[in-house]
């Protein structure tokens, strides 16, 4: 029997992760001539993926993104093809044999969140008079935030001096019509990013336990640096959503850090300084058990959660929170200790403390660009938290130990402790 959805096809596709900012439209005709989706477009003959397309249209500010023929990507802001059925899109990704990627003049079409490249910052009642409030102005037709036939404003002006109406007071979306929806561009100032003009004898870490917010940290630098990250491992999919200091070695020298989650002498000794990231643990080991199962942006299925991996992981992983932290403390030659919470809480001074450290000059435009573009494509939607806390009684006593032994370590090398609500639980 073939998996469901499959049709019958060479190959299913996989039914979209909660998170995945994109919902699957259908299947499409394409024609040489007359193309469905009119933007840009690649090829990649050897690793074509469904995300790959989509992460490439959303970068661009495409609202769709197609594949055809197992290799192909358009992009477009309207589809201009007819829908046919999903049989005819039978042909597999190169790059992801579990996922269809169109057909033979057939494309598999997804349409795109405006990620980036525009921000719904909510739904206002329009003011009396609209030049003073907001002066900038521009019609954008079928704004996807509010429906594929209503017509928008689209307000440049960051100054709001109107009220806001909240989602959930609102009844039906034809109470949208009467209020303002504010949309703002992408800000391009901190979007460049290339290796080091000269390498550096220096090797600088980007140290953290898993789970502990490294490749959103690496995000951050990059965007407000303007240099590439590196990486003690190799990871195909994040060499894809763009970082591309992945596939450099880590000892290059031509990028601003290294990401790493080593600990011990040996391994953090070979670092001349580094930037130490510290999550609560409670969070860390939870967001790395929904990587292990689930991918970056994914979720561990209830299965995992409620079977043995959870304690099992739980019992493995948790000393080594403790103990990641405490080997940096103790090896490592120059460290700038930055909390995960605090760096969520204060962007433009945690960010800017990290850029000082690592040596560039600071650009406080680049700084400021960065809270704009600050999740980029690294944040788990809260569409799958868990109902109920997974932690026992007895996993809360064994991190609460934890905890304040680094706090201990922390306060003992002259920095502030961990934050407060690390504990107690």
């Given at each position: 029997?073939?998996?469901?959805?499959?049709?019958?096809?060479?190959?299913?596709?996989?039914?979209?992760?909660?998170?995945?900012?994109?919902?699957?439209?259908?299947?499409?005709?394409?024609?040489?001539?007359?193309?469905?989706?009119?933007?840009?477009?690649?090829?990649?003959y050897k690793k074509m993926t469904v995300f790959r397309c989509q992460d490439n249209c959303a970068e661009r500010g495409y609202l769709y993104a197609g594949l055809e023929f197992g290799a192909e990507c358009?992009?477009?802001?309207?589809?201009?093809?007819?829908?046919?059925?999903?049989?005819?899109?039978?042909?597999?990704?190169?790059?992801?044999?579990?996922?269809?990627?169109?057909?033979?003049?057939?494309?598999?079409?997804?349409?795109?969140?405006?990620?980036?490249?525009?921000?719904?910052?909510?739904?206002?009642?329009?003011?009396?008079?609209?030049?003073?409030?907001?002066?900038?102005?521009?019609?954008?037709?079928?704004?996807?935030?509010?429906?594929?036939?209503?017509?928008?404003?689209?307000?440049?002006?960051?100054?709001?001096?109107?009220?806001?109406?909240?989602?959930?007071?609102?009844?039906?979306?034809?109470?949208?019509?009467?209020?303002?929806?504010?949309?703002?561009?992408?800000?391009?100032?901190?979007?460049?990013?290339?290796?080091?003009?000269?390498?550096?004898?220096?090797?600088?870490?980007?140290?953290?336990?898993?789970?502990?917010?490294?490749?959103?940290?690496?995000?951050?630098?990059?965007?407000?640096?303007?240099?590439?990250?590196?990486?003690?491992?190799?990871?195909?999919?994040?060499?894809?959503?763009?970082?591309?200091?992945?596939?450099?070695?880590?000892?290059?020298?031509?990028?601003?850090?290294?990401?790493?989650?080593?600990?011990?002498?040996?391994?953090?000794?070979?670092?001349?300084?580094?930037?130490?990231?510290?999550?609560?643990?409670?969070?860390?080991?939870?967001?790395?058990?929904?990587?292990?199962?689930?991918?970056?942006?994914?979720?561990?299925?209830?299965?995992?959660?409620?079977?043995?991996?959870?304690?099992?992981?739980?019992?493995?992983?948790?000393?080594?929170?403790?103990?990641?932290?405490?080997?940096?403390?103790?090896?490592?030659?120059?460290?700038?200790?930055?909390?995960?919470?605090?760096?969520?809480?204060?962007?433009?001074?945690?960010?800017?403390?990290?850029?000082?450290?690592?040596?560039?000059?600071?650009?406080?435009?680049?700084?400021?660009?960065?809270?704009?573009?600050?999740?980029?494509?690294?944040?788990?939607?809260?569409?799958?938290?868990?109902?109920?806390?997974?932690?026992?009684?007895?996993?809360?006593?064994?991190?609460?130990?934890?905890?304040?032994?680094?706090?201990?370590?922390?306060?003992?090398?002259?920095?502030?402790?961990?934050?407060?609500?690390?504990?107690?639980?």
């Amino acid at each position: 029997m073939a998996p469901e959805g499959s049709e019958g096809g060479c190959c299913y596709r996989e039914r979209p992760l909660e998170g995945v900012l994109s919902k699957y439209v259908g299947c499409y005709v394409d024609d040489i001539q007359k193309r469905a989706l009119r933007g840009v477009s690649f090829f990649d003959y050897k690793k074509m993926t469904v995300f790959r397309c989509q992460d490439n249209c959303a970068e661009r500010g495409y609202l769709y993104a197609g594949l055809e023929f197992g290799a192909e990507c358009y992009c477009g802001h309207k589809v201009q093809g007819a829908n046919v059925t999903e049989s005819e899109c039978n042909m597999e990704c190169k790059g992801e044999r579990s996922s269809a990627c169109g057909g033979a003049n057939r494309l598999s079409i997804y349409r795109l969140e405006l990620n980036g490249s525009a921000i719904f910052k909510g739904c206002f009642l329009k003011p009396d008079n609209v030049s003073l409030a907001l002066p900038v102005t521009a019609v954008l037709q079928n704004i996807s935030t509010i429906g594929p036939t209503i017509e928008a404003q689209k307000w440049t002006e960051v100054k709001i001096t109107t009220q806001l109406i909240y989602e959930e007071d609102l009844r039906r979306i034809e109470d949208c019509l009467a209020c303002l929806v504010l949309v703002f561009p992408l800000d391009n100032r901190c979007m460049d990013r290339r290796f080091l003009p000269s390498r550096s004898k220096l090797l600088q870490a980007l140290a953290s336990f898993p789970g502990a917010g490294n490749t959103w940290a690496r995000h951050l630098i990059e965007l407000a640096t303007g240099f590439y990250s590196g990486s003690y491992y190799f990871d195909g999919s994040l060499y894809n959503k763009g970082f591309k200091g992945e596939r450099d070695h880590w000892r290059s020298g031509r990028t601003i850090c290294i990401k790493t989650h080593e600990s011990g002498k040996k391994e953090i000794e070979a670092f001349d300084s580094g930037i130490l990231m510290i999550r609560n643990p409670y969070k860390a080991l939870m967001a790395e058990f929904n990587r292990k199962y689930g991918g970056h942006i994914g979720f561990a299925s209830q299965a995992h959660w409620k079977g043995k991996e959870w304690p099992e992981f739980v019992k493995n992983y948790a000393p080594w929170w403790a103990s990641h932290t405490l080997d940096w403390l103790r090896y490592g030659r120059h460290v700038h200790v930055v909390h995960f919470e605090d760096l969520k809480r204060d962007l433009f001074s945690q960010l800017k403390a990290m850029v000082l450290f690592l040596g560039p000059v600071v650009s406080e435009d680049r700084l400021l660009c960065v809270e704009g573009q600050k999740d980029g494509n690294f944040k788990r939607s809260g569409l799958r938290k868990l109902e109920y806390d997974p932690y026992t009684p007895e996993m809360c006593a064994d991190i609460n130990k934890l905890i304040r032994t680094v706090d201990v370590a922390l306060r003992a090398k002259n920095m502030s402790g961990v934050p407060m609500e690390y504990m107690p639980r």
